[in-house]
């Protein structure tokens, strides 16, 4: 069975790429370069008015880690709430305290905004940095999650793949697995047959130059090397791809 295939999108050009790529569902961010933020309002309205999507909206006030200030978590869950009302389908999220261990508390509350309107929660690769991620799993499926993103505890998910095939032998007739990290048209059929998995999550990541990024020794990069003078965007060839190389299973 060909898997469901999630983009990870940085903007609303991204989105029209994943859409042009045949995608039905995306992760909508900001600021990717930090591992995924929570995108304007604007931008998930203007997805959703514009594009047959289903939009997963990332809930996550800053860079780094999991282990949020009062202050940090107050943002999450009007942010939570805007998202949600601008329109998207669900919002993704994660938790944790300082030593790893699921924040349940928090977790509930951003649960019950999102279940509480009738959207899916999705628990993101917060999980990854869990300190036990069978403990872990165990309470976000009585919490009432409904998907968690997860590489296995590794890097990439091929790396993390026997984790993954674990968890979703596990867990998988309770909540839904979806495998990312490094996932891309060259594996997903290896992924997904050893695994089990039934959703995949990519970034489909290519390059785009704005010419304006270095100029009179002033640098806004936010990439090395031969990539100094560009920011990355989603292919619609490579997301074309993907799906492709997905529908042959």
Not at 41 to 58: C, D, F, H, I, P
Request: aromatic share 6%; net charge negative.
């Amino acid at each position: 069975m060909s898997p469901v295939v999630e983009i990870c999108c940085g903007s609303y050009y991204d989105a029209w790429q994943a859409a042009l790529g045949g995608a039905g569902r995306i992760e909508l961010n900001g600021a990717l370069m930090l591992g995924g933020l929570t995108p304007t309002a604007s931008t998930v309205r203007m997805v959703k008015e514009n594009l047959k999507l289903q939009v997963v909206a990332m809930v996550r006030p800053r860079g780094a880690g999991f282990c949020y200030l009062q202050e940090e978590f107050a943002v999450m869950e009007k942010e939570c709430r805007e998202v949600l009302k601008a329109g998207a389908d669900g919002a993704a999220f994660g938790c944790l305290k300082e030593d790893g261990s699921l924040d349940e508390e928090r977790s509930k509350r951003l649960v019950d905004i999102i279940r509480g309107m009738g959207r899916e929660a999705v628990f993101h690769r917060a999980f990854d940095c869990a300190e036990d991620p069978f403990g872990t799993m165990e309470q976000l499926i009585r919490l009432g999650v409904d998907r968690v993103l997860t590489s296995g505890l590794k890097p990439t998910a091929m790396e993390g793949k026997d984790m993954l095939r674990q968890l979703q032998k596990l867990y998988g007739d309770r909540i839904q697995i979806l495998a990312g990290s490094g996932v891309n048209g060259g594996n997903v059929r290896e992924l997904v047959e050893y695994t089990g998995v039934l959703q995949v999550h990519s970034s489909c990541k290519a390059w785009r130059e704005d010419p304006t990024t270095v100029r009179n020794e002033v640098s806004y990069s936010i990439a090395p090397g031969d990539k100094s003078m560009c920011y990355d965007v989603v292919s619609r060839e490579l997301v074309e791809e993907l799906i492709r190389r997905g529908n042959e299973l």
